[in-house]
């Protein structure tokens, strides 16, 4: 997962945190990559066989737009929102 500055994405926790001394409503929101559209340099790719680069932009989605469908219930659930959306 991870947290935004600004429009940057960074890791949710720095490698020198070790335990989170907070409730878990009262941590900042975090994200998760959802695959919907991804950029990437080709000389990233070739120079530095890597998928992301130093600047890793964030575009945040709405969670009714970004269904992951990887068996029959999140099929289901899509199908729930989208009915749900087509029907104000």
Same mark, same amino acid.
């Given at each position: 997962?991870?947290?935004l500055e600004e429009d940057m994405a960074q890791p949710l926790m720095p490698k020198e945190a070790s335990i989170i001394p907070y409730r878990r409503q009262?941590?900042?929101p975090v994200y998760r990559w959802?695959?919907?559209?991804e950029a990437i340099w080709s =000389?990233? $790719?070739?120079?530095?066989?890597?998928?992301?680069g130093e600047?890793?932009?964030? *575009?945040?989605?709405?969670?009714? =737009?970004? $269904?992951?469908?990887?068996?029959?219930?999140d099929l289901y659930l899509a199908?729930? *929102?989208l009915k749900w959306k087509s029907n104000p």
């Open positions: 997962m991870v947290r009262e941590l900042p959802n695959g919907l559209a =000389r990233t $790719i070739l120079e530095r066989h890597m998928m992301f600047a890793v932009r964030a *575009v945040i989605t709405p969670r009714e =737009r970004s $269904i992951d469908i990887d068996d029959e219930f199908e729930c *929102v």
